[in-house]
């Protein structure tokens, strides 16, 4: 199927940012949210790039308003029975469907399912209290990365060009990816796995285009491991899904090309799918269901407050970067280092040795501090300072 078919029939973008494009009568950046002008600094986009996953197809549907919390919608191709379809280039309030498709319509009601980009937006407006939050989704049913890399795909430069105009009055500040399912639906009896064994040159590529085309050389992107991990009980280890099915050598082919992308692609970091529960209703066990979605929008908070892809400090974490600042880091020892915790990734202290030490931004150091003492000391997302304790 050609690009500009599948644009026309399929593919959709959701942009949640903040009202319209506007500049204040004094001159100031910013957008109009509801009628309130909001300065550029007070706002952040996150764009979501994936297929229906995106989508979602668990319900409740979340309808519950944020006047921080709002969606762009670039398209106005709402599918036939989505009535009545919200102009192109409108923002819209940031409830469900967040990012639609035509299993999960907007303005149906009793059809409307649960978003992932939903419960995200409203974890990182309650983690940066007075800050306003958007998901710019390019994504729709059956999207494949492979099939829309730059510069053929209509679709990124149609972002580009509406990311240029939005980021003088917001910020953009970062790349969520989810593609990785329809690329096994593609590589069905394919024994040499061709659309996966490059996936990594092709998260590359796309991440690349964005960053130089929009002039953010340092986008973050925020890649996701394969999405549907078999984590409900209910899931038939013989499904083409599973990891030990009969797609299984693909699977596994494109999990080791998103690690690699998290190690080559700098500014880049994956989140772990492993134990979220995936949607069996429809018997296809290919999305998440509501738990699965929402613990996968903690994930990618959680990573950006760790790393501070957000708002400058403000996430809450027990320790931030500020803490690199403070004087009393350099009589911390010259050999400590600092580790981004996202609240998951407890790997990432193993360097720190048997034994370590803790830099706490009050100036305390807390020491005696093991692996199986630190998972128990329940820590939040943030940027710690370690230093091993040299055995005698």
Known sequence: MKVAAMNKTKVMFCSLVIALLSVSAFGQAGLTLGGKFVPRDSIYLYLFLGNSVMSGRDTPAD?????????????????????????????????????FDSKNPIGTPGVVKYSPGTPFVKRMVKDY?????????????????????????????????????????????????????????????????????????????????????LGIPNLPLIQSDYPVMGGDPKKPTTDNYSITGPWAGAIRALMAQNKLAAKTITNTVLIPTDSLPVYTEDGLYTHYNHSGDYKWANRVADSICARNWGPFNKCGATVTSSALRNPAVSSFSSISHTVFFDGRNWSAFDKSGKSFEMFLLNGKV????????????KLRPGVYIVRPVVEK
């Open 366 to 377: 807390v020491s005696g501090m093991t692996s199986t003492r630190l998972k128990n000391e």
């Open 63 to 99: 309808t519950i308003t944020d006047n921080h919390a709002w969606k762009y919608v670039m398209t106005n191709n709402c599918y036939t029975y989505a009535k009545p379809c919200p102009p192109q280039y409108s923002w819209q309030p940031g409830v469900d469907p967040m990012c």
């Open 129 to 213: 209290p007075g800050y306003y939050f958007g998901v710019a989704q390019l994504s729709g049913s059956a999207w494949q990365l492979t099939h829309y890399s730059p510069p053929n795909s209509g679709d990124l430069k149609a972002f580009v060009t509406q990311g240029n105009l939005l980021k003088a009055n917001c910020h953009i500040a970062g790349v969520v990816m989810i593609f990785n399912i329809v690329e096994i639906q593609y590589c069905n009896g394919d024994s040499n796995y061709t659309n996966v064994v490059n996936y990594c040159a092709h998260i590359d590529s796309v991440i690349a285009y964005l960053r130089t085309n």
